[in-house]
């Protein structure tokens, strides 16, 4: 008969209880998003509002980069918000304060770029989440909100569509 020992049951434990935590946190929204009825419209009023920024027909996607859900998602959005950052048609908020991203190469000067660390103190939770925002004639056409279980696919569907 092989004995197991309580120290290494309580490892084994620990060590999935980590796991299903992890997995748990790149796999879903720790919270839920009640947007707004016109989405577009608040977004445009707030740029508009907060960073003097009228959002027109010129502009075609928002990416939004925060530090919320998954961490290694954010990570690899931030590299691909960097390789997009000279976009003229494209607006960058980010929310993340460097806790778990290298903040480093937004220090840079971009009048695209815009560092707001208040809004998540604003009713527009749709910008509360790590995400691209797609518009076509002054309507959100398209959201990908950045998931684990399908990010490849996303960033494939995302550096495909101009």
Do not use: W
Not at 9 to 30: D, K, R
Not at 53 to 81: A, Q
Not at 138 to 145: A, S, V
């Amino acid at each position: 008969m092989k004995k197991v020992s309580l120290h290494s049951g309580c490892l084994n434990l620990i060590t999935s209880i980590l796991f299903a935590v992890i997995i748990y946190s790149c796999t879903s929204n720790t919270k839920t998003n009640i947007y707004v009825k016109d989405d577009y419209r608040a977004i445009s009023n707030y740029l508009l509002q907060t960073h003097k920024i009228n959002l027109n027909d010129s502009i075609d996607k928002l990416f939004v980069l925060t530090e919320n859900g998954c961490h290694s998602c954010n990570k690899k959005f931030s590299d691909f918000v960097l390789e997009n950052i000279y976009n003229d048609k494209s607006i960058f908020i980010i929310t993340a304060t460097g806790d778990q991203i290298d903040m480093t190469p937004f220090e840079i000067k971009h009048n695209n770029v815009l560092k707001d660390r208040n809004i998540t103190d604003t009713a527009l939770s749709i910008l509360n989440e790590t995400k691209i925002i797609y518009f076509k004639n002054n309507k959100i056409d398209t959201i990908i909100t950045l998931n684990a279980l399908q990010l490849e696919k996303q960033f494939e569907i995302i550096h495909n569509r101009k």
